[in-house]
């Protein structure tokens, strides 16, 4: 909104960080946004190992939040392993690359046939994220973000209209964890580490 800053000194994005460090989860809605603001909003909430989940209307509000909690919670009983992996990179004093760690999270998971409840609309997996976004969720202030190059036109989810009166809505299904996943529980425990 071209505002300089918030007069009482808040900064959304400082706020995120803080919340991440404490392992807070954000999960962030929106109604109609898009392009350059629907990746600030995937931004924040993925650097704290959250999701962006975006809405026609409000009618669907009730089952992302129950839906979300309920990811949440069954991803939780993993994050011990995450965090000792996290842990090993730290001690030995490597970068933690979160691509890399994720990729390794997810096969270890794999193998060891972990399960997750994940949010679904239309029985597709919810909290799909931008590469701005991504490269978004890097920065540290709310005028780093707003300064971040755009990058080519955003493409608006053809689909996001036929979810409009919740009747082909939000379910919580049971399945492997996914990349996506163990890419969000690599985040929250780096920032909860660091």
């Known amino acids: 909104d071209k505002f300089p800053q918030c007069p009482a000194g808040h900064d959304p ?27 600030f909003f995937m931004a924040i909430a993925f650097l704290t190992g959250g999701q962006y989940v975006p809405l026609s209307n409000a009618s669907n509000l009730r089952e992302v939040i129950i839906g979300g909690a309920n990811e949440e ?21 490597k970068e933690i690359d979160e691509e890399e760690l994720s990729r390794r999270m997810h096969e270890k998971m794999k193998l060891k046939g972990a399960r997750a409840k994940q949010l679904t609309r239309n029985n597709k997996q919810v909290g799909e994220i931008t590469r701005r976004a991504k490269m978004m969720s890097k920065l540290r202030t709310l005028p780093e973000m707003r300064d971040f190059p755009a990058e080519g036109a955003y493409v608006p989810d053809p689909n ?13 299904d049971e399945g492997e964890i996914t990349r996506e996943q163990a890419e969000r529980m690599v985040v929250k425990s780096k920032a909860r580490m660091t």
Do not use: H, N, P
């Open 13 to 39: 994005v400082c706020i995120a960080s803080k919340m991440a460090k404490k392992g807070i989860v954000l999960y962030s809605v929106g109604c109609g946004l898009s392009g350059y603001v629907m990746d």
């Open 160 to 172: 996001i209209d036929s979810y409009r009166g919740g009747t082909a809505g939000f379910d919580i």
């Open 73 to 93: 919670v069954s991803l939780e009983k993993w994050m011990a392993e995450v965090d000792e992996e996290v842990q090993k990179d730290l001690e030995a004093g």
